[in-house]
């Protein structure tokens, strides 16, 4: 069984930053894709930021230029550096990975429980 277990989250004024930590654990053979997810209230769950195994990393046009992915393969982390938050950045935010565990398996998609991040004045 593979868990993601994630820290970080919390309230913060517009303006200061946070950083999401998300770790892998389980049977784990390798990781296709790594990274974060977001929903706000009454939205629609969004992708925020993803990293491939080639290194290759999507943003949402939102964040681009505020936050930052960073993945770690021998740890099977992934981090979020996330600066200048906003009142919309406002949501849980989901780490999710896409992990095959053999040689010749499928690959499956994971998500941790859920970090709220709030930022208000």
């Known amino acids: 069984q593979v868990q993601l277990v994630e820290s970080g989250g919390g309230l913060v004024q517009p303006g200061e930053s946070l950083r999401l930590s998300c770790a892998a654990s389980?049977?784990?053979?390798?990781?296709?894709?790594m990274g974060w997810y977001r929903q706000a209230p009454g939205k629609q769950r969004e992708l925020v930021a993803v990293?491939?195994?080639?290194?290759?990393?999507n943003y949402a046009d939102s964040v681009k230029g505020r936050f930052t992915l960073s993945r770690d393969n021998a740890k099977n982390t992934a981090d979020l550096q996330m600066k200048s938050l906003k009142p919309e950045d406002t949501a849980v935010y989901y780490c999710?990975?896409?992990?095959?565990?053999?040689?010749?398996?499928?690959?499956?998609?994971?998500w941790g429980q859920g970090t709220q991040v709030t930022v208000s004045s």
């Open positions: 999710n990975a896409d992990i095959s565990k053999d040689w010749n398996s499928r690959s499956y998609t994971y």
């Open positions: 389980g049977i784990i053979f390798r990781i296709n894709a």
């Open positions: 990293m491939t195994s080639g290194g290759s990393t």
